[in-house]
């Protein structure tokens, strides 16, 4: 009578508890008996343990049976698709809204982003890297032109740095950096006094003659963010590419007149004003191909093993594959090879997209990390989010460097790192199980002299990427009163602490991998029923972490 009755799908011992405290009693699902569900066996060994620790007291047991034949009023699982929410009656709850692949697949965060501007006067542009479907032709030739133009932004910021005079917020990390404030990498290509060979001294000119063509055709953008195709007159671009290369990642000389130097000033300073991205993107030109449709760094790329593991880079090449299917690279041919069959008649648009790389993260000891941040959604008509104050960091096993892009450097997902183990001489100050909770970031800031970044400029920003990520995938979700989800949004900060979005996961994982998880995602869990359940009873009751952010 009073509808207390539950359904878990899925490894999730916190839910039940804390639900089974509030007197409801758990309608286990057909074929579960004490020892768990068939169902649940299939979600790995840390997570089943976690259902075993659990366990089933007699009296849960019998109470289970008692409502078998009954319809769960609260349901929990871990997929979307488990539940068909077209049958459900108004009064049950789930939490899972259909369709949010609008925004929690790489592939429709990239195409869905760009709407933005007609909901919104957020500019993605400053909280997401640029991104491209490359199965989509259109996409695909846009990306070349990204490619090319981002050469041609980057060699003349290395021209300034080699010559010593360097626009502010456009320089590399110096060549050292010690003490707990140490938040650089060496320069990843130490050049000599005089490098050699040199490339053509019209190298630079070219570059400028570029940047000036694509700094014109800035100021016609319109609101659906088409600019006038850049086609570059008169630039060989695979001759100007490879001497690019040359110069970047293998040291070859580059000579800069006193009247290019004022050039290359000037028209880093003008870009600046019209491409939020230019500080973070550096001057390697890293991007990184993923496969669209997952999550997680799940997935395989092309021509990888059963492992996911892939082939490792061809002798020269400056492309790395990351298990399970991601790949980082700094050249244009070595993305086009490998997304070959994404141009081909059998494939899916967005069966792979093409990302910039964050080549000037925010480093912690010199080693990258990634962020995890909560957010929940109790309606989308009208929209209402709430932001959880607590979050954790996710830290690589090896220090960051551009010239080396395996995955122990540059992806800071647990599935990945734990497949290698920590690096020798790692900074003694880092966690050895690779996790801080985010107050342990705000002490670090303190230490470095950047105790307000938190609350003035990470957790804002964050704030402004997840609504404007919701408000521009509104119409595609469908909306559901009964329905609640959260979501775990993966963001990575930029040496100004500027964060920058990454991919945002349903279902984010509750396994504990650290004392920090098993701390947060028992509280998060808590707190989310808080918000869904008992709110609705008492909407004056504490929400815990969570803080309303946003309600039209």
């Not at 009693?25 to 840390?46: D, F, I, N, T």
């Not at 769960?72 to 871990?78: A, D, E, L, R, V």
Request: hydrophobic letters at 35%; glycine letters at 10%; a neutral charge.
């Amino acid at each position: 009578q009073e509808k207390k009755i539950f359904t878990v799908q899925g490894p999730y011992p916190v839910i039940r508890s804390l639900l089974r405290a509030r007197g409801w009693v758990e309608r286990k699902l057909p074929g579960v008996g004490k020892a768990g569900s068939g169902l649940e066996q299939h979600h790995g060994g840390q997570e089943k343990r976690l259902q075993e620790e659990e366990g089933d007291g007699d009296e849960q047991w019998e109470a289970s049976q008692l409502v078998r034949d009954q319809a769960p009023y609260f349901i929990w699982t871990n997929r979307c698709g488990a539940v068909d929410c077209r049958l459900l009656r108004q009064d049950q709850v789930v939490n899972h809204y259909a369709r949010a692949g609008a925004f929690t697949t790489k592939e429709g965060l990239c195409l869905n982003l760009r709407n933005l501007p007609w909901f919104d006067q957020a500019d993605p542009d400053t909280f997401f890297p640029r991104c491209y479907r490359l199965g989509a032709a259109d996409e695909r030739q846009a990306f070349i032109e990204d490619f090319r133009l981002t050469a041609a932004r980057s060699l003349l910021k290395v021209a300034l740095e080699r010559a010593g005079d360097v626009l502010a917020g456009t320089e590399q990390p110096p060549k050292c950096g010690k003490g707990p404030g140490e938040s650089h990498v060496p320069h990843p290509m130490p050049f000599t006094a005089d490098p050699s060979p040199s490339v053509s001294p019209h190298l630079v000119e070219e570059a400028l003659q570029v940047c000036r063509q694509h700094l014109g055709s800035l100021g016609h953008q319109d609101i659906d963010g088409d600019s006038p195709s850049c086609h570059m007159m008169g630039t060989d671009w695979d001759r100007f590419l490879q001497d690019y290369y040359r110069v970047v990642h293998e040291g070859a000389g580059l000579a800069l007149s006193g009247a290019q130097r004022e050039q290359c000033q000037a028209l880093l300073r003008c870009l600046a004003g019209q491409l939020p991205q230019l500080s973070m993107e550096g001057n390697h030109n890293i991007w990184i191909l993923k496969p669209g449709a997952k999550s997680r760094g799940r997935g395989k790329a092309r021509g990888s093993g059963e492992g996911g593991t892939g082939s490792p880079p061809r002798r020269g090449s400056h492309c790395h594959r990351v298990p399970p299917g991601i790949v980082c690279t700094a050249r244009l041919e070595e993305v086009l090879r490998l997304a070959g069959g994404c141009a081909g008649p059998s494939a899916r648009v967005g069966e792979w997209v093409v990302q910039k790389y964050v080549e000037r993260p925010l480093l912690i000891f010199g080693t990258k990390f990634d962020i995890r941040q909560w957010f929940l959604v109790t309606d989308w008509n009208p929209l209402t989010v709430w932001f959880y104050r607590e979050s954790y960091l996710r830290f690589c096993s090896r220090s960051f460097s551009l010239c080396h892009l395996d995955p122990a450097r540059h992806l800071c997902n647990v599935s990945i790192q734990k497949q290698y183990r920590l690096a020798r001489g790692r900074h003694p100050w880092l966690p050895p199980d690779q996790t801080w909770s985010c107050r342990q970031l705000q002490e670090y800031l303190a230490q470095i002299g950047r105790a307000d970044a938190w609350h003035q400029v990470m957790v804002p920003g964050m704030k402004v990427a997840v609504v404007g990520v919701l408000r521009s995938a509104q119409d595609l979700v469908e909306s559901r009163k009964g329905s609640f989800e959260l979501y775990g949004a993966d963001f990575i900060f930029g040496e100004d602490c500027q964060p920058w979005l990454l991919e945002i996961n349903a279902s984010p994982t509750m396994a504990p991998s650290s004392a920090v998880t098993r701390r947060l995602c028992a509280s998060v869990q808590r707190d989310t029923l808080r918000v869904v359940i008992d709110r609705r009873d008492d909407p004056t009751c504490p929400t815990g972490a969570f803080e309303l952010i946003y309600k039209e």
